[in-house]
């Protein structure tokens, strides 16, 4: 999965020759899943042994090539995906902070508010009771 593309054609709507009619052409790339029982050194062995025989086969075309297998999470998803995640979470941990210091704050300022109506209330002779019962 090298490149960025630009854009996803289905195989189906390509015309036949630009995909099979050119031995030069490199627009395919091939996804599998190992069978059962088959580990990755095998799969690797015969997965080289196959890119030699193409390239005895057709020397002209798949001289320089080499077949190359990595696994899907890290064909796909690039090296860079680990970092780019653990930046997005740093960037989403920032403004959940942000919005608790906010609303911490707005939790601060209404009770010093409510503390100074309180001592008002207080002051002009507003019973214990009649205080807690207007906080409410």
Same mark, same amino acid.
Request: charged share 20%; glycine share 6%; hydrophobic share 45%.
């Given at each position: 999965?090298?490149?960025? @593309?630009?854009?996803?054609?289905?195989?189906?709507?390509?015309?036949?020759?630009?995909?099979?009619?050119?031995?030069?052409?490199?627009?395919?790339?091939?996804?599998?899943?190992?069978? @059962?029982?088959?580990?990755? @050194? !095998?799969?690797?062995?015969?997965?080289?042994?196959?890119?030699?025989?193409?390239? !005895?086969?057709?020397?002209?075309?798949?001289?320089?090539?080499?077949?190359?297998?990595?696994?899907?999470?890290?064909?796909?998803?690039?090296?860079?995906?680990?970092?780019?995640?653990?930046?997005?979470?740093?960037?989403?941990?920032?403004?959940?902070?942000?919005?608790?210091?906010?609303?911490?704050?707005?939790?601060?300022?209404?009770?010093?508010?409510?503390? !100074?109506?309180?001592?008002?209330?207080?002051?002009?002779?507003?019973?214990?009771?009649?205080?807690?019962?207007?906080?409410?």
């Amino acid at each position: 999965m090298r490149g960025s @593309d630009a854009m996803w054609v289905p195989r189906a709507q390509l015309p036949p020759e630009s995909l099979t009619g050119r031995r030069d052409s490199r627009n395919l790339q091939v996804i599998g899943r190992l069978a @059962d029982g088959v580990s990755v @050194d !095998q799969a690797w062995v015969e997965l080289t042994s196959l890119g030699r025989r193409l390239s !005895q086969a057709y020397a002209a075309t798949n001289e320089n090539l080499t077949p190359n297998l990595v696994p899907f999470a890290e064909g796909a998803n690039g090296p860079q995906l680990k970092l780019i995640c653990l930046t997005l979470q740093g960037a989403v941990v920032f403004v959940l902070l942000i919005a608790c210091a906010n609303v911490a704050n707005l939790l601060l300022a209404r009770s010093a508010h409510r503390s !100074q109506e309180m001592s008002v209330r207080a002051a002009l002779g507003a019973s214990r009771w009649r205080r807690r019962r207007r906080s409410a």
